[in-house]
T-cell receptor, first 117, second 114 residues
Framework: RKEVEQDPGPFNVPEGATVAFNCTYSNSASQSFFWYRQDCRKEPKLLMSVYSSGNEDGRFTAQLNRASQYISLLIRDSKLSDSATYLCVVNMNAHRQDGGATNKLIFGTGTLLAVQP | EADIYQTPRYLVIGTGKKITLECSQTMGHDKMYWYQQDPGMELHLIHYSYGVNSTEKGDLSSESTVSRIRTEHFPLTLESARPSHTSQYLC?????????????FGQGTRLTVV
C-alpha cells in the first residue's frame, strides 16, 4: 500500500463546477499535511496547508480527518486557470540511520484536473 | 518567490559520464530533498537531509549519491549516467519544525542520458 494515495483522475469538469479531491495516508502519526499544485512541466507549488480544524482560502477548502487518515480539497466555481495536477503531501515520521527520528515529505500521485470552457 | 536554485535546468549527456546536479537555497532551511519525476508521473523521494552532514535515502532506490557539507548546498551525483536515469530531478527545502513546514521547490533539472 502506498503511503499517500490519491485518485489520479483525470477530472474533466465545466467552468463553474465544484470539484473535490480526496487523499488517504497510511501513517497515523503523520503530523502535517498540504495540498500542492503542479502545472505541466513546472515545479510543485504550495496551494494550502491543511489544519485539523479545516481551512478555507477563497474558493479552496481543505479538511483533515485524522481518525480516518483522510484529507480533502474542495474547489468551488472552478476556473480554466485551475487546470493542473493537485498533489496531496504528508509530512511523515522517519527513522534516521543513527537511530534517531526525523520526518520526510511524501507526495501522492496527484490528481489531474482539466476545467473545460 | 522561493530562493532555491537548481543548475543546470537542462542537461543532455552521454552514457557513462559522471554528472552533478546542483541545488542551493538561501533561506537557511535545515531540510533538503531530492525528488525524481518522470513526465506525467508522481514524485518519488530519492534522498533527503535534515542538516549538515546528514543524508538519508528516500523511498525510491536510486544509484545517485548526495552530500550536505553546507546548509545551503545539496548536490546530487551520478557516477556513471545511464539512459534509465533520464528524468526530471526536483530539489526542495523546508524549515525544521514540529510537524514540519511547507517545502519550496527549485525549477528542476531535466536530465537526458543518450
Amino acid at each position: 500500500r502506498k503511503e499517500v494515495e490519491q485518485d489520479p483522475g483525470p477530472f474533466n469538469v465545466p467552468e463553474g463546477a465544484t470539484v473535490a479531491f480526496n487523499c488517504t495516508y497510511s501513517n497515523s502519526a503523520s503530523q502535517s499535511f498540504f495540498w500542492y499544485r503542479q502545472d505541466c512541466r513546472k515545479e510543485p507549488k504550495l496551494l494550502m496547508s491543511v489544519y485539523s480544524s479545516g481551512n478555507e482560502d477563497g474558493r479552496f477548502t481543505a479538511q483533515l480527518n485524522r481518525a480516518s487518515q483522510y484529507i480533502s480539497l474542495l474547489i468551488r466555481d472552478s476556473k480554466l486557470s485551475d487546470s493542473a495536477t493537485y498533489l496531496c503531501v504528508v509530512n511523515m515520521n522517519a527513522h534516521r540511520q543513527d537511530g534517531g527520528a526525523t520526518n520526510k515529505l511524501i507526495f501522492g500521485t496527484g490528481t489531474l484536473l482539466a476545467v473545460q470552457p | 518567490e522561493a530562493d532555491i536554485y537548481q543548475t543546470p535546468r537542462y542537461l543532455v549527456i552521454g552514457t557513462g559520464k559522471k554528472i552533478t546536479l546542483e541545488c542551493s537555497q538561501t533561506m537557511g532551511h535545515d531540510k533538503m530533498y531530492w525528488y525524481q519525476q518522470d513526465p506525467g508521473m508522481e514524485l518519488h523521494l530519492i534522498h533527503y537531509s535534515y542538516g549538515v552532514n546528514s543524508t538519508e535515502k528516500g523511498d525510491l532506490s536510486s544509484e545517485s549519491t548526495v552530500s550536505r557539507i553546507r546548509t545551503e548546498h545539496f548536490p546530487l551525483t551520478l557516477e556513471s549516467a545511464r539512459p534509465s536515469h533520464t528524468s526530471q530531478y526536483l530539489c526542495a527545502s523546508s524549515m525544521r519544525g514540529l510537524g514540519g513546514t511547507e517545502a519550496f521547490f527549485g525549477q528542476g533539472t531535466r536530465l537526458t542520458v543518450v
